[in-house]
């Protein structure tokens, strides 16, 4: 994995291979980082990284300027390599080890961008829970955005919320947002 922009730019970071995920391939994240650098300056970003793994889009997102990014994953080597790397690195991300949909119940915090990742083989479901939870908290702040990777065979295009969709090989963001005239 290799952050693509910012102050680390170029930088390769080996994660554990021991650790359960499947790190977005640089190709897509690039992508995803053209798109979001035409709508938001990354130094005034507040993230949301939920299902972290390796830590992949937190470390782009703060390599960028973010002040501020919290990281959410169930495993707790996942946890302690993000914020191994995050102290190395000097990155303002708090690693946090927490079951995604019970932080989302909880959580009062309030973000601009909420990037979930969950296994490819996710149910759709599962997904609809997430934008659920995240639209039903007020999670998001004014013109924020949530962004959940899934694979081709997922169409969350009838969700609440949905905006747009990107693909990328077999790679699909999914954007939802507010509808600011309601």
């Known amino acids: ?8 730019k170029g930088k390769q970071l080996i994660a554990p291979s021991k650790l ?24 005034q970003l507040s993230v949301l990284d939920l299902f972290t793994g390796t830590g992949n889009l937190s470390y782009e997102f703060a390599s960028r300027g973010c002040p501020a ?7 707790n080597a996942c946890i302690q390599f993000v914020n191994k790397t995050a102290r190395e690195l000097n990155y303002p991300i708090t690693a946090l080890k927490a079951d995604v949909f019970e932080y989302l119940k909880r959580t009062k915090q309030q973000f601009d961008v909420i990037f979930a990742d ?33 694979s081709t065979r997922t169409d969350t295009s009838t969700l609440p919320f949905f905006s747009y969709e990107k693909k990328y090989g077999g790679c699909v963001f999914s954007f939802f947002e507010k509808d600011l005239d309601t």
């Open 69 to 75: 990014v919290i990281a959410v994953d169930s495993y």
């Open 1 to 8: 994995m290799r952050i693509i922009s910012g102050k680390n």
């Open 20 to 43: 359960p995920v499947r790190p977005t391939t640089d190709f897509a994240k690039e992508a995803l980082f053209n798109i979001l650098n035409n709508d938001y300056y990354f130094e």
């Open 118 to 150: 969950p296994p490819y083989d996710f149910p759709l479901e599962k997904i609809a829970l997430i934008v659920q939870l995240v639209f039903d908290n007020e999670l998001l702040n004014e013109n924020g955005i949530l962004i959940i990777e899934h």
